[in-house]
């Protein structure tokens, strides 16, 4: 195990990225975390232990991977940015427990490195600080795709998090907050501010942890069609329900199919989607499913 100096610090990233002359990518998100404090609380709402195998997505210059190849079994590190690979190379020499991946993690075939890397038999997490760019279509990737991961620990926009982790009848609450409550059971561990990032980013970051459940939120008969519905219903949020599942079904289910279904399950169409619970939506897309057309 190296005994190099803490990578999390103001003057060894600077040192880094100097030496390596690697010019920051606005377009990647890449703002580096500067502050041990911050990576250790981290690694603590992570619940991350020698029997953790951790798969982080955008390493950076390795700041978080080389605290967690402390504390974890394994990482498996995905960086998108070519140019980051020989530095990681460099900055995590000596630890013989990592593996760096280049991908783009939105893209890439999650399920087959995870087989690659882990024992399934044994836990594994996720951690990762994503940029607000591919935040989104990550976590919908990450939550549908069935993978075998425990617990998600990941730094978002605090904007974000308040919108995953938000209630019915709010501004906040959207599609996203509903499909990550029916695989995990989501908490906002704590608030992030600019100034543990170089550059400084605009906004305040938070971490969030998801456990995923053992058995999703709520029980409907087509999980494909379920997503579907629940999308199609925030695809604009000044309509009604009714308005954007004609929009978003259309071909699939008719119009006065549509009516029906919502009458059946006891919802009125002039409601928007932020005014239903999940278990609103479970109802309505299973009583939709009787009606979707076979393709």
């Known amino acids: ?23 920051l990518k606005k377009n990647l998100g890449q703002n580096f975390l500067v502050d041990l404090n911050i ?46 690979i020989p530095i990681l190379n460099k900055t995590l020499a000596g630890y013989e427990n ?26 594994i997490i996720l951690v ?18 069935k993978l075998p991961i425990q617990r998600f620990c990941v730094m978002v926009q605090k904007e974000v998090a308040e919108r995953i982790t938000g209630r019915p009848g709010t501004k906040e609450y959207n599609a996203l907050t509903i499909l990550i409550q029916y695989f995990t059971m989501p908490r906002l561990a ?7 990032f170089i550059p400084k980013p605009e906004v305040e970051s938070a971490v969030l942890v998801f456990e995923r459940r053992t058995e999703p939120l709520v029980e409907v008969r087509d ?10 219903s925030f695809i604009q949020r000044r309509k009604t ?15 006065e199919d549509i009516q029906k279904g919502l009458e059946e399950a006891g919802i009125r169409s002039s409601l928007r989607g932020e005014q239903l619970t ?18």
């Not at 999980?223 to 199609?232: D, I, N, R, S, T």
């Not at 329900?241 to 119009?255: A, E, P, W």
């Not at 278990?279 to 057309?293: G, H, M, R, T, W």
């Open 241 to 255: 329900l009714f308005n954007n599942l004609k929009q978003s079904l259309k071909g699939l289910v008719s119009t």
């Open 278 to 295: 999940i278990e609103d939506f479970a109802k309505l897309s299973n009583q939709l499913l009787i009606y979707k057309k076979k393709e």
């Open 39 to 84: 990576l250790h609380k981290i690694l603590e709402a992570a619940k991350v232990s020698k029997q953790t195998q951790v798969i982080e997505i955008g390493p950076g210059i390795g700041a978080l991977t080389e605290q967690l190849a402390r504390r974890a079994k394994k990482v498996l590190a995905i960086e998108i940015d070519a140019n980051l």
């Open 223 to 232: 999980e494909a069609f379920f997503f579907q519905v629940v999308k199609g």
């Open 98 to 123: 990592i593996r760096i991946v280049e991908a783009d993690a939105v893209k890439a075939d999650l399920k087959a490195l995870i087989h690659e890397t882990f024992n399934l038999s044994e836990e």
């Open 190 to 196: 704590f608030v992030v501010p600019k100034s543990v």
């Open 1 to 23: 195990m190296t005994a190099n100096k803490d990578i999390a610090t103001l003057s060894r990233t600077m040192d880094i990225l100097k030496r390596h002359n690697f010019q």
């Open 128 to 145: 990762a600080n994503l940029p607000y760019y591919i935040t989104t279509p990550l976590l919908m990737k990450l939550m549908t795709e």
